[in-house]
């Protein structure tokens, strides 16, 4: 007898945008939807989900980097990056991949990331809050800037590098623990946080850029590190 399917089902899957129907796993023929397949006695009809990854990404030098989503400058709430895509880790966050989202509150970066890249979260003007895995080594140039609203950083132990102006103009910011084992620190890092009161620097840092502390204000405590051999141009002006 002839069986007819009609109105198939549209998956979901966490991460993913699903494109269709198809007659086979790799290549094979897209099925239309309301397509009426007929059958031959007890015959299976097997059909296969095609799915697009929601993230933007590309592979340079061998990583995987992710470069943001579809949905643009329109995501918001908690953003969760993930650890793999397609079967590949993630290890660089690209740079300005998710500038402007003015509506992120946090983001939660997976262990296997290595860089954030130069502006990669600057301007989530409603962002409070960021983890910085153990994985990271380097945090670009102005790669938190203008996060107004950012209150709590948490560095990762393994960090070597942070980038010119990278938590410049992040009024909220109240303090910061750099852990030992971070070596550079470019110009301008905390540039016009205007509420930082409190900051740790390692005695592992040997260089550091002008303007760190330019405007900040209501400084009370910042220690210099001792394997610093000049105290940088307008550190604390």
Not at 114 to 139: D, L, Q, Y
Not at 192 to 203: D, H, R
Request: proline share 5%; net charge negative; aromatic share 10%.
């Amino acid at each position: 007898c002839d069986t007819a399917l009609v109105d198939l089902p549209v998956p979901t899957k966490a991460d993913y945008e699903f494109i269709g129907w198809f007659t086979a796993q790799e290549d094979g023929e897209a099925v239309p939807p309301g397509t009426i397949f007929s059958t031959i006695g007890n015959s299976d009809i097997t059909l296969y989900a095609r799915w697009k990854s929601v993230w933007l990404y590309s592979v340079n030098n061998g990583q995987l980097q992710i470069d943001g989503t579809k949905y643009g400058t329109d995501l918001q709430g908690s953003l969760q990056i993930p650890s793999m895509i397609d079967g590949c880790p993630v290890e660089r966050i690209g740079t300005k991949a998710f500038y402007n989202c003015r509506r992120v509150t946090s983001v939660s970066i997976p262990e296997t990331v290595k860089t954030i890249g130069e502006r990669a979260f600057a301007c989530c003007t409603t962002m409070t809050e960021v983890a910085i895995p153990n994985s990271v080594t380097m945090i670009g140039t102005e790669a938190f800037s203008n996060c107004k609203q950012l209150r709590n950083v948490s560095f990762g132990d393994n960090l070597k590098t942070i980038g010119e102006s990278a938590f410049s103009y992040c009024t909220s910011l109240t303090n910061a623990v750099i852990p030992e084992g971070t070596t550079t620190i470019g110009g301008g890092v905390f540039n016009e946080c205007s509420a930082l009161k409190t900051v740790v620097l390692p005695n592992s840092i040997t260089s550091m850029g002008s303007d760190v502390f330019y405007k900040c204000h209501s400084l009370e405590s910042a220690n210099i590190p001792c394997r610093l051999t000049k105290i940088p141009d307008y550190m604390f002006y």
